[in-house]
T-cell receptor, first 115, second 112 residues
Framework: DVKVTQSSRYLVKRTGEKVFLECVQD?????MFWYRQDPGLGLRLIYF???????EKGDIPEGYSVSREKKERFSLILESASTNQTSMYLC??????????????FGSGTRLTVV | SQQGEEDPQALSIQEGENATMNCSYK?????LQWYRQNSGRGLVHLIL?????REKHSGRLRVTLDTSKKSSSLLITASRAADTASYFC????????????FGKGTKLTVNP
């Protein structure tokens, strides 16, 4: 089974801190994604990557950056954490597929609280 | 850019009953997928239906797709307490994008 592992389940950080959320997948997937999930707003795409060193902005990239130095690892960076970035962060990966595409595999999520 | 919208937002049923959740979307798609999320966890892929398919089954799950109405439904038959979760539909956009856009989900509670 494909596994997507997020480094922390729960994280508490202070306002202004630089925060790194790590995501690792073990099945050689090309695509990796970062979403945040908030009550009443559903899942919103922050950034995604189709290949190493490649990144594209999603719907809400402001305040975030990403890094993909190796195919299996996709990091989300909060440059200066703010309280409105308190959220559940979900990482996902998928094969590059087209018609044979079978969807995303998600990690278990990181619940980040910024105080 | 919200694509899928699930209906109802919340559903409460008794064990053994069937649960039906609906999803509507706005633009043409290549495929539509349903995911399940247990409380506080990541999403799990349940089933994918392609735009040229009308119905698909997987165990107790039945998914229909009506591209003329831009809508899909997920039916869970003979529900169990363990089916309690939130269910999300997700769509790509026609044109080959690998990105999925998720709806806000239906929260299903199955009472024992």
């Amino acid at each position: 089974d494909v596994k997507v592992t997020q480094s922390s389940r729960y994280l508490v950080k202070r306002t202004g801190e630089k925060v790194f959320l790590e995501c690792v997948q073990d099945m050689d997937h090309e695509n990796m994604f970062w979403y945040r999930q908030d009550p009443g707003l559903g899942l919103r795409l922050i950034y995604f990557s189709y290949d190493v060193k490649m990144k594209e902005k999603g719907d809400i990239p402001e305040g975030y950056s990403v890094s993909r130095e190796k195919k299996e690892r996709f990091s989300l960076i909060l440059e200066s954490a703010s309280t409105n970035q308190t959220s559940m962060y979900l990482c996902a990966s998928s094969l590059w597929g087209g018609a044979s595409w079978s969807g995303y595999t998600f990690g278990s999520g990181t619940r980040l609280t910024v105080v | 850019s919200q694509q899928g919208e699930e209906d109802p937002q919340a559903l409460s049923i008794q064990e053994g009953e069937n649960a039906t959740m609906n999803c509507s979307y706005k633009t043409s798609i290549n495929n539509l997928q349903w995911y399940r999320q247990n409380s506080g966890r990541g999403l799990v892929h349940l089933i994918l239906i392609r735009s040229n398919e009308r119905e698909k089954h997987s165990g107790r799950l039945r998914v229909t797709l009506d591209t003329s109405k831009k809508s899909s439904s997920l039916l869970i038959t003979a529900s169990r307490a363990a089916d309690t979760a939130s269910y999300f539909c997700a769509t790509d956009s026609q044109g080959g994008s690998e990105k999925l856009v998720f709806g806000k989900g239906t929260k299903l509670t199955v009472n024992p």
